[in-house]
């Protein structure tokens, strides 16, 4: 069976945990899209870890754990990754990654530092990890493919041409050093030699076990609001955020993917730039800030203070949507105990009318969040296993959320332990 976990909003609803967390009944972990400009916090018996290429699932024994190809795979940043696990006592993973899958390269992310300079204040908030440089060249034809490694006639050819057309924007937009075809054929012998023992056609060997019935879990980064087509366009990410998506940056048929964990936060929370409806300022979003997540609302990555914001259920019901889901996993729902009450957005107010359905971006820099505030539970809830322990108060949250947003919320998360877990029937479900 293939299960996807993504996200519903804006990225940083908790993905890692539940990927982690469903990982214990996995056989193989797929990263299926992105590339490191993005990270999933985990905490385990093994400690706090922020991944940002390598799956979720590295944790466990029993896993196999793949890099798809439609992953931006930045192979310096991948190594440092495995080692970082590996010197804190985790046993060292099985990586599979796709010959398919292309590359990073330098030029990308100085690419990436110097639009963001030429823009100024028009930038997008990129993280210059080389994500939108990478893509564009991936869809442009001349990105280098994993395979193009073990060619070296290929390589020799394509590192002239390649350095030619960059060199023309070095020379006469950005005004910057240019590239030397032999520094690039140099970086690549080097990515060669570190990624050589993990390369194999990975969709063979996921359509294998596929056949054999194993378990198969396809990980997501950022959510449904960062898609190039169905998101805050165009302050999204380079590639498919989308369930829909994990076929395709996998290598199995779409028809394979049965189960959808769209996760949800029980508030908002953002990194960079875009659209953010219920967005909430000053000293409200500084408590929030502190007292979210797993140690405030910072991004792993970048480190940057996260937005925040009220849980918005005209972003999550479009996000979920978008998804195809079939069961929305709820986080750190134990961050709301400090609140007497707790506004939630139920509507956008644009031109003087309410809709509850997600418009494009120019609307919704138009749009006003229509709050209804619920009765807050006010005490701590971590440590609870039970949905029917939880606190009243804290059961009708979940449950008018779970109305608004229209699909079956079956996990809730009450702390950042993969432990603290409470699965629901739902009504929906039935």
């Known amino acids: 069976m293939v299960k996807a976990v993504v996200g519903a909003n804006w990225g940083d609803e908790g993905k890692g945990k539940i990927t982690d967390m469903l990982a214990q009944e996995a056989d193989i972990i797929v990263r299926f899209q992105g590339g490191a400009n993005a990270g999933h916090t985990i905490i385990n018996n093994y400690g706090k870890f922020a991944l940002h290429t390598l799956p979720s699932g590295v944790f466990y024994g029993h896993t196999t754990s793949i890099i798809g190809n439609g992953v931006a795979l930045d192979i310096p940043v991948l190594m440092k990754e495995i080692n970082s696990i590996v010197e804190r006592d985790v046993p060292m993973p099985k990586i599979l990654v796709s010959d398919r899958a292309q590359m990073v390269m330098s030029y990308h992310k100085n690419f990436d530092a110097y639009e963001e300079e030429r823009l100024g204040g028009k930038s997008f908030g990129s993280t210059k990890s080389g994500i939108a440089p990478f893509y564009s060249d991936k869809y442009a034809k001349i990105g280098f493919q994993v395979s193009e490694l073990f060619d070296d006639d290929l390589l020799k050819e394509?590192?002239?041409?390649?350095?030619?057309?960059?060199?023309?924007?070095?020379?006469?937009?950005?005004?910057?050093?240019?590239?030397?075809?032999?520094?690039?054929?140099?970086?690549?012998?080097?990515?060669?030699?570190?990624?050589?023992?993990?390369?194999?056609?990975t969709s063979l060997f996921l359509h294998n076990a596929i056949k054999e019935g194993k378990n198969i879990l396809l990980e997501g980064q950022l959510g449904s609001l960062k898609d190039p087509d169905h998101g805050i366009y165009p302050m999204v990410t380079s590639s498919s955020t989308l369930a829909g998506y994990g076929a395709i940056g996998a290598g199995i048929p779409p028809y394979e993917i049965q189960k959808i964990v769209t996760v949800c936060k029980a508030y908002s929370s953002?990194?960079?730039?875009?659209?953010?409806?219920?967005?909430?300022?000053?000293?409200?979003?500084?408590?929030?800030?502190?007292?979210?997540?797993?140690?405030?609302?910072?991004?792993?990555?970048?480190?940057?203070?996260?937005?925040?914001?009220?849980?918005?259920c005209v972003a999550s019901?479009?996000?979920?949507?978008?998804?195809?889901?079939?069961?929305?996993?709820?986080?750190?729902?134990?961050?709301?105990?400090?609140?007497?009450?707790?506004?939630v957005c139920v509507g956008y107010e644009i031109n003087g009318e309410i809709t509850t359905d997600f418009p494009p971006t120019h609307y919704l820099e138009k749009a006003k969040p229509v709050l209804k505030k619920l009765p807050g539970w006010n005490c701590d809830i971590r440590g609870i296993k039970k949905y029917e322990e939880l606190p009243e108060n804290c059961r009708k949250y979940i449950e008018f959320v779970e109305q608004e947003i229209g699909y079956p919320i079956t996990m809730v998360s009450n702390g950042p332990g993969r432990e603290d877990i409470i699965y629901r029937e739902s009504p929906l479900s039935k």
């Open 317 to 343: 019901k479009y996000g979920c949507r978008m998804q195809g889901t079939t069961d929305v996993a709820f986080t750190v729902l134990d961050v709301l105990g400090y609140l007497e009450e707790i506004p």
């Open 158 to 201: 394509k590192v002239v041409r390649v350095a030619e057309q960059k060199n023309v924007l070095l020379e006469y937009l950005y005004h910057k050093p240019l590239i030397n075809p032999d520094d690039l054929y140099k970086e690549l012998q080097e990515y060669k030699e570190m990624i050589a023992p993990y390369v194999c056609d």
């Open 270 to 312: 953002a990194v960079g730039a875009g659209a953010f409806v219920s967005e909430i300022f000053g000293d409200e979003a500084d408590e929030l800030r502190r007292r979210g997540g797993d140690g405030g609302e910072f991004g792993a990555t970048t480190g940057r203070p996260r937005r925040m914001g009220w849980f918005d």
